[in-house]
């Protein structure tokens, strides 16, 4: 029974998150209801409380999917990465699903998602700097506040890029970024 009920909730999850991602793309974030997903994803108002307190639950539930693509994007772009950010695979992640993020961008969720990668990408940043410390480099600036620095840059630059309608090719919006970076 456990595993029909497992495979019943990851239904109803990926049928909330695919309702309020088709949403974001034809109506503002903010102006969206907790009604219309549930009536999108056509699910009980009960059912959507029994997972979810908030669409901005629903959203953050839903930026793990988005994390484990961007992952799968920076996995995918070894070789290619920048002095501590492999930031080639999120520029390629967010051009895929432009019109997400485009639609995002503006509302309050944009402020959610911005600073869960923002988390998500200093914590990286904090683990390959320590890496490269446990193997003797050394740097005058705290591990921690170089993490936060390069996850916020990250941030502001993707910001840019998204609001200027993608003005350049993801290959060199991250080459314009690592530059950045090394020549900071």
């Known amino acids: 029974m456990a595993d029909g009920q497992d495979r019943r909730v990851a239904r109803t999850r990926r049928a909330l998150d695919t309702a309020l991602f088709e949403l974001i793309q034809i109506k503002r974030y903010d102006k969206i209801t907790v009604?219309?997903?549930?009536?999108r994803a056509d699910v009980g108002r009960s059912t959507f409380y029994a997972h979810y307190d908030t669409k901005d639950d629903l959203l953050l539930g839903s930026l793990d999917k988005l994390t484990a693509d961007i992952d799968r994007h920076l996995e995918d772009a070894s070789g290619l990465t920048g002095p501590v950010l492999p930031v080639l695979g999120l520029f390629r992640h967010l051009a895929e699903h432009r019109p997400l993020f485009g639609?995002?961008?503006?509302?309050r969720g944009i402020d959610l998602v911005m600073e869960a990668a923002r988390v998500m990408f200093a914590g990286r940043a904090l683990a390959t700097i320590r890496a490269r410390e446990a193997d003797g480099q050394t740097h005058e600036v705290q591990a921690e506040v170089r993490a936060e620095f390069l996850a916020g840059?990250?941030?502001?630059?993707?910001?840019?890029?998204?609001?200027?309608?993608?003005?350049?090719a993801p290959d060199r919006v991250a080459r314009a970024f690592d530059r950045l970076v090394e020549s900071a």
């Open 35 to 39: 009604q219309d997903i549930i009536d």
């Open 103 to 107: 639609a995002l961008f503006g509302t």
């Open 153 to 168: 840059a990250l941030m502001a630059f993707v910001r840019w890029w998204v609001d200027a309608d993608l003005p350049m």
